[in-house]
């Protein structure tokens, strides 16, 4: 009898590893199906032999909540290998990153590198950046199965061959195993190489050169997720590796090479993997080509038994734009021998860029100022929008057949992004400040595609600008009071001996109201015999024109033209239709908290390289020269808020007409306004937790800077109940005046805790700052049931109620005695059970029941339910046994 019982027990013990132990592989990925919805995948790799099998598992999403996913497939793969996977979905409560876990127990027994591996909880973990201002973000997808095996003294080679539906970049690393609630194995180290073990960065292979004792390893692959330079996400995939001691050779795979393609190109090649022990050699391939929607590649080798150590694979992809991506697409060769003792694989890559093709070179008209670029549409429906390039002067660059865009090498810089794909005309007036005349500008145009990759670029298109004939020099305001005064001045035009033009002459002068309108409010004729004559004065205007309206236009433009005036022959000499627009010269104004900024606003044929500030100063009513800049802003500083300001400001500028140098000096309109504080506080940023059992919600507030607060007067808190900003009606739920009042107690004694918060912060002129990150909370589950209950009329404890009902809507409660009937039952979350009989006055019999309870609660994602079941101790003092026959 002593000898049964250890033996007992250490079959028990066997039993109890053969029914626990089984988690070989695994990962966790996500799909996003609205702004904060996921559908999670997570896919298993367990020991076959094993007898421990879940049909589902536990999930915790990292916003204090647990949910389980059911299993939905079966594939039973070689070397005892099953591979599960499991799904369901679920609604984060908003903005944030999460970091998924699942756990199982436990790990396979003798795991060398995992101290007393089979004790040890298997776990796996996926980070995931939630936030719309960054767009989708679904997780990478790992399309090469975790199985391979290695042998002794020869290198092992693993590509986890993931694919970002997105097209986010990718970048792998080792890291530590994970045990439970995904902590780091305590004790944990990577497989002993007679060499290296590493995972290179880029390709994501895994080499580990070599092993040098056999048995079973498990390593884990962290495989990051990258946005315009931010990490966005990450995968960790633990997998197991055994080692065997084996005579056979893996097989290898012949040199492969990256391609480089336009859209459109048709891309073939063979893959060839040989064995030098001639088994028979299987060969297959994952990666991105074979994922795309829209035309995806195709890869098909020969039977293995065809040939001994031999085997060929054909891959074809015929592109199109809508493969035009930032990133490459990878694909996975993979070439596994069918050694009758060992399984061996070999693996090559082949990274695919696929570019998109070139728009047309652009046409080019040119005016005095700016130049008009036409080009036409893409062909290709997936382009999002076009950047201009522009530089002075051409580059002969011809572009390389795999670099997009255009290099900065080339001195070309983007000066514009067109948003649609169906506009293809821009003006290119220097950013209203227009361009420079006596150079060449050149342009290359690259189509943008939905993720920010590039095409090709252009031809290069280039084009001098047009003096106007005659060619503007000044537009001053001469007198911006009164009735008001311009001056206007031009060149005298040259080389008229060549026109059939014997004057007398006429210059045409047209006046625009604002910078760039082309209908004249007002022509002038200026008649003359003397063709020197090039000055004119605009008088008058304010009389004319309602004063305001400078104001309202920003000033007033002219243009000139010359004509013959021979009586009989009176004929244009300019070109009426490219006429040369200069403008007068006005300072935009925008007040700001003790400061005014301004902004030189014009449009003239000349370059200004200066700008003198002068300030009305009101003691003795004159302007004062108060700056100087060669910007064409300036900010005025040091003032008071709501005391008006007047200024006029004085440009030089200079421009070269058939290589003569010509130099003006313009004086501005005058301009007033009175600073005020319009600036929004920084926003703050909100924090906060929930404490179940005392029902309120803690919430803090501060700044990531302490400068922020000299300008802040006070805070507004909201709530809302839901994260789904169409759905939401907030609540202002406090408001301090009190800038040191940063915390806040939201009480809820009756109602539930979950629930979303906001802050804004005020300053003194009730400028309001952006609304802070939301901060939602969904912690608290608070309904709780006693187990003892003693309806006897002594006024304690004489009616059955929960001892914490915060947050329930309704339950389902029924109550059964312990021959299964009904004896109760409620929708009340009080429940209030008075000890009776349901429908009748009689108490039940002293004993145990048991009871089911569904409860309702809102939660962030809508109202939920949990079943609760237990028993109930009912200490009644009444011999009755109820209604029910024995």
Not at 136 to 145: A, F, G, K, M, W
Request: aromatic content about 12%.
């Amino acid at each position: 009898m002593k000898r049964i019982v250890p033996t007992i027990f250490l079959l028990l013990l066997i039993l109890n590893q053969l029914w626990a132990t089984h988690n070989r592989a695994g990962e966790i990925t996500l799909k996003q199906l609205d702004e904060f919805t996921y559908e999670i995948l997570i896919t298993t790799f367990t020991y076959t032999l094993s007898q421990a099998d879940r049909s589902s598992l536990e999930v915790q999403w990292g916003d204090n909540t647990i949910s389980t996913a059911p299993r939905i497939s079966i594939e039973k793969l070689p070397g005892n290998y099953q591979k599960n996977i499991y799904t369901t979905r679920h609604t984060f409560p908003g903005s944030g990153t999460y970091e998924i876990i699942v756990q199982d127990p436990n790990r396979n027994l003798g795991v060398k590198n995992i101290p007393n591996s089979v004790n040890v909880v298997f776990s796996i973990k996926t980070t995931i950046a939630i936030n719309p201002a960054i767009g989708t973000n679904s997780t990478p997808v790992l399309l090469s199965d975790p199985i391979d095996r290695a042998a002794l003294n020869q290198v092992f080679i693993h590509n986890p061959s993931a694919y970002d539906p997105d097209g986010d970049s990718i970048s792998y690393k080792l890291t530590v195993c994970t045990e439970e609630d995904g902590n780091p194995i305590e004790g944990y180290e990577l497989p002993y190489a007679t060499d290296t073990l590493y995972i290179d960065p880029y390709t994501g292979d895994l080499f580990w050169i070599t092993p040098d004792e056999t048995g079973i390893y498990n390593i884990a692959i962290d495989i990051e997720e990258w946005r315009e330079g931010v990490k966005i996400g990450n995968i960790v995939r633990d997998m197991q590796i055994e080692v065997f001691e084996t005579d056979n050779n893996k097989p290898y795979i012949d040199s492969l090479y990256d391609y480089c393609v336009e859209a459109g190109t048709l891309i073939e090649f063979n893959v060839v993997a040989r064995d030098y022990d001639l088994d028979s050699v299987y060969l297959n391939a994952t990666g991105g080509p074979f994922e795309v929607q829209n035309n995806p590649a195709f890869f098909d080798s020969f039977s293995p038994d065809a040939d001994f150590g031999f085997n060929e694979g054909f891959f074809k992809w015929e592109t199109n734009c809508s493969h035009v991506r930032e990133q490459d697409y990878t694909v996975v060769f993979k070439a596994e021998d069918n050694n009758p003792e060992t399984q061996l694989v070999d693996l090559k890559n082949v990274r695919i860029k696929v570019i998109g093709s070139p728009p047309d070179t652009p046409e080019l008209t040119p005016a005095s100022n700016s130049i008009t670029l036409n080009w036409d549409p893409d062909p290709c429906p997936y382009v999002t929008g076009y950047r201009i390039f522009r530089r002075e002067g051409p580059s002969g660059y011809t572009p390389d057949s795999c670099v997009t865009g255009v290099p900065s090498y080339t001195d070309y810089r983007p000066i514009t992004d067109i948003k649609r794909r169906s506009q293809t005309r821009f003006v290119d007036d220097g950013r209203g400040q227009g361009l420079n005349q006596g150079t060449e500008f050149c342009y290359m145009i690259a189509s943008i595609y939905p993720d920010g990759a590039l095409s090709l670029p252009s031809g290069e298109a280039c084009s001098p600008l047009v003096a106007g004939l005659p060619a503007l020099l000044q537009v001053s305001v001469t007198e911006d009071t009164g009735d008001g005064e311009i001056d206007v001045r031009w060149a005298m035009p040259e080389d008229l001996d060549t026109i059939p033009a014997n004057g007398p002459y006429q210059y045409v002068i047209s006046r625009s109201q604002g910078l760039y309108r082309k209908e004249s409010d007002k022509v002038f004729l200026k008649n003359t015999t003397n063709i020197s004559d090039t000055i004119f004065t605009d008088s008058n205007i304010y009389s004319e024109i309602d004063s305001n309206t400078v104001d309202t236009y920003r000033g007033y433009s002219y243009t000139i033209a010359l004509y013959n005036n021979e009586p009989g022959n009176k004929f244009p000499i300019s070109d009426t239709s490219r006429l040369e627009r200069a403008s007068s010269f006005y300072p935009d104004l925008v007040g700001e908290d003790n400061q005014i900024k301004m902004t030189m606003r014009k449009n003239v044929p000349w370059i200004n390289y200066d700008y003198t500030i002068y300030r009305l100063n009101n003691s003795v009513g004159a302007f004062d020269s108060i700056g100087y800049t060669t910007a064409p802003v300036y900010t005025d500083t040091g003032l008071k808020n709501g005391v008006e300001y007047c200024y006029r400001i004085k440009s030089t500028g200079w421009r070269i007409i058939e290589g003569d140098l010509f130099e003006n000096v313009n004086y501005s309109h005058i301009n007033c306004t009175r600073p005020i504080d319009t600036i929004r506080p920084c926003t703050p940023y909100l924090q906060g937790q929930s404490f179940c059992d005392e029902f309120y919600n803690q919430l803090n507030w501060g700044f990531l800077s302490d400068s922020c607060l000299g300008d802040v007067e006070g805070y507004e808190l909201y709530y809302n109940y839901t994260p789904n900003r169409e759905d939401r009606i907030d609540s202002l739920i406090f408001k301090t005046d009190d800038k040191t009042e940063t915390s806040y107690i939201d009480i809820k004694t009756n109602a539930s805790l979950t629930g979303c918060y906001y802050i804004i912060a005020l300053d003194s002129m009730q400028n309001r700052s952006k609304e802070s990150v939301q901060l939602c909370l969904d912690e608290c589950s608070n309904y709780v049931l006693p187990n003892v209950f003693s309806p006897n009329d002594d006024n304690t404890n004489d009616l059955y109620i929960p001892l914490k009902t915060a947050y329930v809507e309704k339950v389902d409660f029924q109550l059964f005695n312990r021959w299964g009937l009904l004896v109760f039952q409620t929708n009340d979350p009080g429940i209030q059970w008075d000890g009776k009989i349901m429908g009748t006055d009689q108490l039940v019999a002293p004993g145990v029941y048991y009871y089911i309870c569904e409860v309702f609660e809102p939660r962030l994602s809508g109202l939920e339910s949990y079943t609760l079941t237990g028993f109930i101790y009912v200490f009644s003092g009444d011999k009755n046994d109820g209604f029910i026959e024995k």
